[in-house]
């Protein structure tokens, strides 16, 4: 292995070990037994903003096969609090690119937008409920844009009152396969397909299909 090491040739690493290897699932544990060096790269250097290994990070970099092999540890149940300081850390970071999730212009944008959502969304599951406030703030912008973009989505025409609701499910069950924002619009469209299409006439329109 090359003393030099960066962040693009640690995961290509862990890449060819998963080939190699082909566990059925994976974890941290995992990478720090079978590429310990690899590990104490990413533990150095891949961090968080609110603190710890930016798992994520790791996670959306590798090959899309093995994302969804990934397993993080199992939840215990989550003692609410609100911490104010943990959620300005993001904001203050990304305070000039908060509108990504208005009206993101290109890739960059996108990559923007789900890195600020996933920081919330992790510390929203560790039970601050100010992440868990503003992360839902914001991605109702997006969901308002996908309604009125995505016909895939166009059956919650009607149901807006439920999607609070599946706002709350994805953050509280997403982990580490893609990214939130992928998961939640997944969520709305998978969840969508079992809601009845809300259609209005008029009444001479009523009236004049019975003749």
Excluded at 137 to 144: G, N, S
Excluded at 174 to 183: D, E, K, N, V
Aim: contains cysteine; charged residues 30%; aromatic residues 14%.
């Amino acid at each position: 292995m090359n003393s030099i090491m960066d962040f693009d040739s640690a995961i290509k690493t862990v890449n060819m070990l998963l080939i190699e290897e082909r566990p059925d699932t994976f974890n941290s544990s995992w990478i720090r037994k079978h590429a310990p060096q690899i590990y104490s790269f990413i533990q150095k250097n891949v961090r968080a903003e609110s603190g710890g290994i930016d798992w994520d990070r790791v996670t959306r970099a590798l090959d899309r096969r093995f994302q969804r092999k990934w397993l993080s540890f199992s939840r215990n149940k989550t003692k609410l609090y609100r911490k104010k300081a943990e959620v300005e850390i993001v904001l203050q970071k990304y305070h000039k690119k908060l509108y990504v999730f208005i009206a993101p212009t290109d890739k960059e944008d996108e990559y923007i937008r789900d890195s600020i959502s996933i920081a919330l969304v992790r510390i929203a599951q560790k039970g601050n409920v100010l992440a868990k406030e503003e992360i839902t703030k914001l991605v109702r912008f997006t969901i308002e844009d996908w309604l009125e973009s995505r016909p895939v989505l166009s059956s919650w025409e009607g149901y807006e009152s439920l999607i609070p609701h599946r706002i709350d499910a994805c953050i509280r069950y997403y982990r580490y396969s893609g990214t939130f924002i992928g998961y939640l619009f997944k969520t709305l469209e998978y969840a969508g397909r079992g809601l009845k299409s809300v259609a209005t006439y008029s009444f001479d329109e009523s009236f004049y299909s019975e003749k």
